[in-house]
């Protein structure tokens, strides 16, 4: 599909869904507007707690605080109120996965009454994800009651603002699990996954964000048809390539589909990982590698805040990800600022101008461009 084209159904064709002003997150050109997504099996410190509430878009993963409070549902709660209490407007969104079966909520419970809750290919395994873990059988209307309800419950907080949905990738990638569980079982589930996100909005209620993990190159029209369920779209894998498609080609559909969902107003959580690039099954995962500290990714670094800038509306929020899990030290970016989170920015003057695969785009106190081709930034800063 030409740019051109996908640019226009992006614009035209995803707006339904927007969030009214008085609950979408806070914004501000005056630095880099920032996104944290982050999980820590304990408690988080009073200091960590004290990082997050600055941060206007939290998502708290599978896991928070499960090792302390029982579940992940509790640690998320537990979590979200003490963001809450230094800085209520910080909204913060909980995180469930609409395929993959991850153990560790107190929901699971519950699961445990559905008969047939997951799906299951020809040799009767229900270990479909990685090898390892089950996915829901959406096609199963209980799955779906108890997949909706949960969500229902947990987003009914006062300290929680919406639903993080994952794993929509996996449900609309055709190739996913259609040779383990068949051609007529893959089109029920993805059937059944149009349903309950329809249903979603309903459910959760109109004070309730909704953000998803969709857009994505890999798409006809890049995730901008599916996006009209959500009021925005976290985005990772940003740059790696599926099928024929270049690396190059690839992302200049990315970046058509990051400023057409942004301009119509839709919140972006864009994540690009700092390590070195990794792979995963048909590419739908990120997958990179660690960094070991700020001066080891610097030019990394500069690109991708430069990828962002380039697409970057109000409502858009930048992480550059070295790994979500922040336990026990294990991420040795955790709590450390690049000095440029903290220079003027200010409002763009215009949109990005192209030629080639060179990007350019100015704001009120930084100039930037990007070669996608070569894979290098530059950004004057005129006001630090």
């Known amino acids: 599909m030409q740019l051109q084209k996908l640019l226009l159904i992006g614009i035209i064709g995803v707006g339904a869904c927007c969030a009214g002003a008085d609950r979408l997150p806070e914004f501000s050109w005056d630095t880099v507007p920032r996104y944290m997504h982050v999980r820590k099996v304990t408690a988080f410190t009073p200091e960590e707690t004290a990082y997050l509430a600055s941060f206007p878009l939290i998502t708290f993963e599978k896991t928070t605080g499960m090792k302390e409070f029982g579940s992940t549902e509790q640690g998320t709660l537990q979590a979200a109120e003490a963001v809450k209490r230094i800085n209520p407007r910080t909204k913060i969104l909980y995180y469930r996965n609409i395929l993959v079966h991850y153990g560790m909520y107190e929901a699971d419970k519950k ?14 395994s229900t270990k479909l994800v990685r090898g390892k873990v089950p996915a829901y059988d959406l096609s199963n209307k209980a799955v779906q009651s108890w997949w ?3 969500a229902k419950k947990v987003c009914a907080s ?5 639903l993080f949905v994952d794993g929509n990738v996996k449900v609309l990638e055709p190739v996913y699990l259609r040779r383990e569980v068949g051609e007529k079982k893959k089109a029920a589930v993805e059937k059944a996954y149009h349903g309950m996100m329809k249903k979603l909005p309903g459910t959760l209620g109109t004070d309730q964000l909704v953000v998803a993990n969709m857009i994505r190159a890999r ?12 009021d925005g779209s976290y985005i990772e894998n940003f740059e790696h390539p599926v099928g ?3 690396r190059v080609d690839y ?10 969902a942004a301009r119509n107003g839709k919140i972006i959580a864009f994540t690009i990982g700092l390590g070195e690039n990794g792979d995963s099954e048909l590419g739908i995962d990120e997958s990179r590698s660690s960094a070991s500290s700020l001066e080891a990714v610097r030019q990394r670094f500069i690109y991708s805040l430069a ?6 509306e109000k409502q858009s929020y930048f992480m550059a990800s070295n790994g979500y899990g922040v336990d026990g030290g294990s991420n040795p970016l955790w709590m450390k600022d690049f000095p440029e ?13 192209r030629k080639g695969c060179t990007y350019r785009r100015e704001f009120k106190h930084a100039s930037v461009m990007v070669d996608i081709q070569n894979e290098k930034a530059d950004i004057v800063w005129h006001g630090k």
């Open 244 to 246: 024929e498609m270049s």
């Open 158 to 162: 006062e300290y929680i603002d919406g």
């Open 219 to 230: 798409f006809d029209e890049a995730g901008l048809e599916h996006l009209g369920y959500f």
């Open 341 to 353: 989170y903290a220079y003027p920015l200010g409002a763009p003057k215009g949109r990005a101008v």
């Open 307 to 312: 990828l962002f800038l380039i697409c970057a």
């Open 251 to 260: 992302m200049e559909k990315g970046i058509a589909a990051f400023q057409a």
């Open 111 to 124: 699961l445990e009454a559905v008969s047939d809750p997951f799906l299951v290919d020809q040799k009767g």
């Open 148 to 150: 909706l309800d949960h």
